[in-house]
Each structure stands twice: as C-alpha cells, then as structure tokens.
C-alpha cells in the first residue's frame, strides 16, 4: 500500500478521571517534520511521543495537539506555610514597637500576605499518565495512518491512469515516427526530380539524406527508456511502501525523455503529442509530491 502524506487522526483516551485527546494532521515535506504542542504538565512526555510516532510516520509535516483534562476534585490542595506566617508576625511586631503604632493584628490580616497560603498541584501517577498519553497518540497514529492509505490509494489510482495515458502517447509516437521518415524520402525525391528536370536520380545518395534525417529525429531510444520509466512507476506503485523520493527521481527522468523527443520533433503531431506527453508527466509529478 501506499500512503498520501496528507492525513488526519484524533483520538481520546480516559481513565479514571482523566482524558488526554491527542490531534494529528499532515502536509506534505520533503523530511519528516513533526510540531507538537503540549500541556506544560505533560511536556517531559514529548520525547517519548516523537519516538512513537516515528514507527507510524517517515515524510511529512506533522502537527500534533495534545490537551489533557482532570475531572478530580483533589488535584490541588492549600498549603499553609508558618514559618512564613511567623516571620511576618515578628516583622510587623517590630514595626509596631519601632513606631510606637498599636498592634491591631488578625489572623485575617496575616493571611493576606503573600505565600502564607499557597494552591499546590497534588502530584499525578506518572505511570498511569504515560499510558493513557501513550494509548492516545498510538489511537491518534493509527487512525493517521488510515486515512493517509486511503488517500494513497486514490493517488494510486490516478496515477494509473495518468501513466496509462503516457504510454498511448508514447505508442503513437513510436507508430508515427517511421511514416514520417518515409514521408521525408518521398519529399526529397519529388524535390530532387525536380532540380534535375529529367536527369537520372542518384537513389544512393537520396538514401544517404534520408539516413541522415533519420538519426536527426529518431526517438527510439527516449521512448524505450520512457516505456521502461513508466513500468517502474507502476511496479513501485504496486509494492508500496515509502516510494515518494524514488517516484519523484523516476518522474524527472521521464520529464527529461519527453524534452529530448520534443527537441527532435519535426512533424505537428508528434510535437502536439509531445506537449501532451509532458504535461500528463508534470501531472504525475504533482501528484507524487503527496506520496510518502
């Protein structure tokens, strides 16, 4: 199978009461780039998320949202701290003594300072953490990696298609060229008639023309090789994989044989199926560029 590398995946993993949804989309890159945003309270885990996604993912810009809920009510509890509490009190009492103020202290008052009391995060299992993190980015890969098979599969099918529509052209180029070898020869011959009026023509020499004009404009090596190119496409196709960088090193071989042909064109059909023939290569390319 192949794979797009366009693709989406979201999955939502509870326990307990905790929920951690983990987002993936992709875009197409020539490496494998991977974002990923994350609560502060899970960041540490992100190394770990990178390396499990690198078993699922191998080319493509990859963004991943990762939000984590607690529905526990005893995830945070006040602290109270005395030593700071007692350390003001001593100050303020000084302050009193020093400037002959009267002490009107409360428990009130002395609570309001900062630090006296604090909101403090109870600390979570970091075991059970790790496995509902880790459940939701292999439930958010997998469902990934689904939707970018079936777009590869679409791409695959186009790309048949298109790759069936370059070898017709390339079938009518191999046809059409010796009509137009033998429609030269005719050419020359009327031409040198002619010249000579009634003279006798010299056969040798209109053959050694004609020869010449022949290696001239012969593309039967270009579209033997491109024959072959095409083939390979869709032998890499059928093997699947992650074929993308390969595909694409076949696809500028091909645009190089379409260039060479339409270079030697000397005939309006051929060089119009020449034309087609590259723009149904620039086609393939586009498409190739969304495979991994």
């Known amino acids: 199978m192949i794979r797009s590398m366009t693709g989406f995946g979201r999955y939502e993993a509870v326990k307990d009461k905790m929920k951690i949804t983990v987002e993936m989309k992709a875009v197409n890159h020539r490496y494998l780039d991977i974002s990923i945003k994350i609560p502060k309270k899970l960041s540490h885990f992100e190394s770990a998320i990178r390396t499990i996604l690198k078993e699922y993912v191998q080319r493509g810009k990859v963004d991943v949202f990762v939000t984590y809920e607690d529905f526990s009510q005893t995830d945070c509890c006040l602290h109270y701290n005395e030593a700071i509490a007692a350390e003001y009190l001593a100050y303020l009492r000084r302050m009193a003594e020093t400037f002959q103020l009267s002490d009107d202290i409360t428990v009130s008052t002395l609570a309001r300072f900062p630090d006296v009391f604090t909101m403090e995060e109870q600390e979570s299992d970091e075991t059970e953490l790790k496995e509902v993190l880790e459940e939701a980015v292999r439930g958010a890969s ?15 099918k186009d790309l048949t298609g298109k790759l069936d529509e370059m070898l017709a052209n390339v079938c009518f180029i191999e046809e059409h060229s010796p009509q137009i070898i033998g429609q ?93 023939l590259k723009t149904s290569i620039e086609k393939v390319r586009e498409q190739i560029q969304n495979i991994e």
Request: proline share 0%; aromatic share 4%.
């Open 184 to 276: 030269y020869h005719e050419k020359l011959k009327a031409k040198v008639r002619e010249l000579l009026a009634d003279k006798q023509l010299d056969e040798g020499r209109i053959a050694a023309e004609v020869t010449i004009y022949a290696d001239k404009i012969c593309v039967d090596e270009e579209t033997v090789r491109l024959r072959s190119h095409i083939e390979a496409v869709k032998k890499e196709l059928l093997k699947g994989g992650s074929i993308g960088r390969k595909l694409d090193f076949i696809a500028q071989e091909m645009n190089r044989e379409a260039n060479t042909i339409l270079s030697k064109a000397n005939d309006l059909a051929v060089s119009d199926t020449g034309i087609e």
């Open 142 to 156: 997998e469902l990934f990696v689904d939707s970018r098979i079936r777009e590869g599969e679409n791409l695959k």
